[in-house]
């Protein structure tokens, strides 16, 4: 699972901020790492350094193989608040999405894009 992360120019932290999310990410979402190819991680300071409430917003994009995108956003006082909520809705969003591909016997379904 390949990891990038994309900043705005009011995020500071540079190489040492990308490896703690390249290795929270590889860590909390290890049981997708089957499915997901790419993780596409986004973050924004929405009042452009000045401080608020919630003014952090992670967004995350899962590339899923077979199945279309999975993008979660959430927004926090705290940029690894902002962080680790995305990471927890993303791992919810891609159990449901990847849950649709199973019936409730375990079994793959007819309408499953799976090239083999």
């Not at 003014?55 to 690894?80: F, H, L, N, S, W």
């Not at 891609?94 to 649709?100: F, K, P, Q, V, W």
Request: hydrophobic residues 35%; proline residues 1%; neutral net charge.
């Amino acid at each position: 699972m390949q990891v990038q992360v994309n900043t705005d120019d009011h995020i500071h932290g540079g190489e040492s901020l990308a490896r703690w999310i390249t290795d929270e990410c590889k860590s909390r979402l290890s049981r997708f790492q089957d499915h997901v190819t790419r993780l596409e991680v986004f973050l924004s300071d929405l009042d452009a350094g000045k401080s608020g409430a919630n003014d952090k917003r992670c967004r995350i994009e899962a590339r899923v193989t077979g199945r279309q995108p999975v993008t979660v956003t959430d927004d926090a006082d705290k940029m690894a608040n902002a962080f680790i909520g995305a990471a927890d809705k993303l791992a919810r969003a891609l159990d449901t999405d990847l849950g649709r591909v199973k019936d409730r016997n375990g079994r793959e379904t007819i309408r499953a894009a799976v090239a083999e």
